[in-house]
T-cell receptor, first 114, second 110 residues
Framework: EPEVTQTPSHQVTQMGQEVILRCVPI?????FYWYRQILGQKVEFLVS????????KSEIFDDQFSVERPDGSNFTLKIRSTKLEDSAMYFC????????????FGSGTRLTVV | EDQVTQSPEALRLQEGESSSLNCSYT??????LFWYRQDPGKGPEFLFT???AGEEKEKERLKATLTKKESFLHITAPKPEDSATYLC???????????FGTGTRLTIIP
């Protein structure tokens, strides 16, 4: 069964450093997303991406965050200057078009900012 | 703003003891209601999408139903491997994002 792949599975970084989280969505999907889940809290939307541009973003997704689809397969989330409160699980998701759609999530990257 | 409330927060059942999880929602024009399963340290695993009141979907021991205000996830004769957190989420016609509830942590005791 097709799956969304995320790397790395765990990233530890120092406060103020830049991190890039990587995702390979399902190959025929056209819509891409990043979500995050702080430990013990609900899954929160960060950003959606379609046709090589951001289609929607949340209040969390401020100027410190950016997304990119550098080639035909990868989808990345960059955090420019990490803060302690950025520590969370980050999930990439993708979906195809059509009414019978489901959002497929990756296994996540656990980001720890120290 | 879309809101999703799940109850109970946690549920412990004996193996074989059937029960239901609740998801109440407030949304401006429901496009879809989603159920996901999440194991510790993993991403949400898609179970069902429901689109309109009265719709029902089944998969193995799970059955999801939808009304205009809430959805139920019925679990029949559960097994220990059904232990997980079950998440409910909605989308509306105005945007792309999933709005999640806090989940129900289900534990099935052998």
């Amino acid at each position: 069964e097709p799956e969304v792949t995320q790397t790395p599975s765990h990233q530890v970084t120092q406060m103020g450093q830049e991190v890039i989280l990587r995702c390979v969505p399902i190959s025929n999907h056209l819509y891409f997303y990043w979500y995050r889940q702080i430990l013990g809290q609900k899954v929160e939307f960060l950003v959606s991406f379609y046709n090589n541009e951001i289609s929607e973003k949340s209040e969390i997704f401020d100027d410190q965050f950016s997304v990119e689809r550098p080639d035909g397969s990868n989808f990345t989330l960059k955090i420019r200057s990490t803060k302690l409160e950025d520590s969370a699980m980050y999930f990439c998701a993708s979906r195809d078009q059509g009414r019978s759609y489901g959002y497929t999530f990756g296994s996540g990257t656990r980001l720890t900012v120290v | 703003e879309d809101q999703v409330t799940q109850s109970p927060e946690a549920l412990r059942l004996q193996e074989g003891e059937s029960s239901s999880l609740n998801c109440s929602y407030t949304v401006s024009g429901l496009r879809g209601l989603f159920w996901y399963r999440q194991d510790p340290g993993k991403g949400p695993e898609f179970l069902f999408t429901l689109y309109s009141a009265g719709e029902e979907k089944e998969k193995e021991r799970l059955k999801a139903t939808l009304t205009k205000k809430e959805s139920f996830l019925h679990i029949t004769a559960p097994k220990p491997e059904d232990s997980a957190t079950y998440l409910c989420a909605v989308t509306n016609f105005g945007n792309e994002k999933l709005t999640f509830g806090t989940g129900t942590r289900l534990t099935i005791i052998p």
